[in-house]
Nanobody, 121 residues
Framework: QVQLVESGGGLVQPGGSLRLSCAAS????????MNWYRQAPGKERELVAG????????RYASSVKGRFTISRDNAKNTVYLQMNNLKPEDTAVYYC?????WGLGLSSNYWGQGTQVTVSS
């Protein structure tokens, strides 16, 4: 069974930094694209950043581009989200997501339990 466990969330002042980690188990990690999503109270879950299975390509939401960096270590089965220059509007629960397409319209999608990030003075 695939498990994703996030860590690294917390309370930080505006302008501060945090690094989130997501450790995966129960899957061949290097075959999965990995994403970070977030959901603020009263809002829909949104994609923050994504990275391909080998790490060769990344994508970011426009609101975090230039401030957040997604990376992965396939030897450690872990994906990271480095968040710099945090703003109050970054406050949300951050979720790790693993996805893989098997072809013929089949895909796998797994979620972590989420980690709270609060940006406040």
């Amino acid at each position: 069974q695939v498990q994703l466990v996030e860590s690294g969330g917390g309370l930080v002042q505006p302008g501060g930094s945090l690094r989130l980690s997501c450790a995966a188990s129960g899957c061949t990690f290097s075959t999965y694209a990995m994403n970070w999503y977030r959901q603020a109270p009263g809002k829909e879950r949104e994609l923050v950043a994504g990275i391909t299975n080998a790490g060769g390509s990344t994508r970011y939401a426009s609101s975090v581009k230039g401030r957040f960096t997604i990376s992965r270590d396939n030897a450690k089965n872990t994906v990271y989200l480095q968040m710099n220059n945090l703003k109050p509007e970054d406050t949300a629960v951050y979720y790790c997501n693993a996805e893989r397409s098997w072809g013929l319209g089949l895909s796998s999608n797994y979620w972590g339990q989420g980690t709270q990030v609060t940006v406040s003075s």
